[in-house]
């Protein structure tokens, strides 16, 4: 028997389930999972805050594993085309289904707007198999978009980046950071650290962090942030007034919110400069209501506005191949601050809703390397 953790639904505690080894059809793939990690989302998914979801759901969207098993016929192939073998430390990008034909994927090239779109560990029944990372093997459906990583890539290394690394690219490319900008980065979990070290790759001339978390606050420092600013330390004009001493009374060339704190917004909206561009990348679900002045805010500043909501494969194939690249010049496995046994799932929950940790991972016991 394969064991799994199942999220019930909002606010029910995390309960163990044993499925029987699957049979795949041809062209699926199972994973024996390494490593899932636990973030943001499944903090939401717990709280009841995202729609549609079909609990209960086994969680754990980003994971890595070794290839286990292979559906029969022509073996499935990752994005590169190759076939996968079997003992492959491979990824997978955990949106599946997308129909390839509709308004949005045809002519939009909008995928993450599909509307026949399933994402593992979010809207895929637990009832209907091992369709999320926090179990010992993942049944990985046929057409599933799979990354092998390369063999110097630590996987707890891209662990570390997880989900964030794909959305903190999406955001920096909508940004189109150029060399000399100063950017701000509002949150300091995984979405916004990724942010920051892409900032610097993308030759900014000065990166500002503005989030909370002692743990958090200490990970923006050592991915390299100029200047760290405490939202608990500092009012919000206090963080405005610091902004424009450092900037030339301008604001910053590019903002990327990466907070899910609706409030955030309009704040972030006033630290950009006139004429900049305003990426909204951390409200991936409904957490309320904020206000801003049409005319004051964003108007008469000719300010640039962008949505981020999630990423699709290609955001995740470029993600690995830049750690793969720069690992060694941002520690991104430092950010891993707790390992969990799928007995631990639900403290690794509640530490990651209470920000005790910067990423924790679930690393079933079948799944040591």
């Known amino acids: ?57 086994i969680p754990g969207h980003i994971s890595v594993g070794k290839v286990a098993e292979l559906g029969p016929g022509a073996p499935a192939r ?80 891209f662990l570390a980046g997880g989900c ?47 989030g ?31 902004v424009r001493d450092v900037t030339g009374g301008r604001g910053a060339d590019v903002t990327i919110e990466a907070t899910g704190v609706p409030a955030a917004v309009p704040e972030g909206m006033r630290l950009t400069r006139d004429a900049g561009r305003y990426v909204v990348a951390g409200q991936y679900t409904d957490t309320g209501d904020a206000t801003f002045n049409p005319h004051r805010d964003l108007n008469r500043r000719h300010l640039d506005v962008r949505g981020c909501w999630g990423s699709d494969a290609g955001h995740l194939w470029r993600g690995v191949q830049v750690l793969a690249r720069y690992q060694r010049l941002f520690p991104w496995a430092s950010l891993v601050s707790g390992e969990y046994d799928l007995r631990d799932a639900q403290r690794a929950l509640e530490d990651v809703a209470a920000q005790r940790v910067v990423k924790a991972l679930i690393v079933p016991r079948a799944g040591r390397p």
Not at 40 to 49: F, N, Q, S
Not at 172 to 193: K, M, N, S, W
Not at 223 to 240: Q, W
């Open 1 to 57: 028997m394969i064991s799994a953790v199942v999220m019930p639904g909002p606010g029910a505690p995390l309960e163990p389930r044993a499925y029987e080894r699957p049979d795949l059809e041809p062209g699926a793939v199972l994973l024996r999972t390494l490593g899932s990690e636990v973030c943001g989302t499944d903090v939401h998914l717990w709280e009841g805050r995202l729609a549609g979801v079909p609990y209960p759901i």
């Open 78 to 157: 990752d994005i590169w085309g190759e076939p996968l073998e079997i003992g492959q430390t491979v990824t997978f990008h955990d949106v599946h289904g997308t129909c390839g034909q509709c308004w949005y994927c045809t002519v939009a090239h909008a995928t993450t707007r599909c509307p026949e779109r399933k994402v593992y560990g979010v809207t895929m029944p637990a009832d209907e198999g091992l369709f999320g990372g926090w179990a010992e093997y993942v049944h990985l459906k046929p057409g599933v978009h799979v990354v092998a990583l390369p063999p110097d890539l630590d996987w707890r290394a």
């Open 164 to 210: 964030g690394l794909p959305t903190a690219l999406h955001a920096a490319t909508l940004g189109e950071i150029a060399f000399g900008d100063t950017v701000i980065v509002q949150g300091t979990g995984p979405v916004g650290l990724c942010a920051m070290a892409l900032a610097q790759l993308r030759g900014a001339g000065q990166v500002i962090a503005i």
């Open 212 to 242: 909370g978390s002692r743990v958090r606050l200490q990970a923006a420092g050592r991915l390299g942030a100029d200047l760290v600013l405490d939202i608990d330390a500092m009012t919000p004009d206090e963080r405005l007034e610091t």
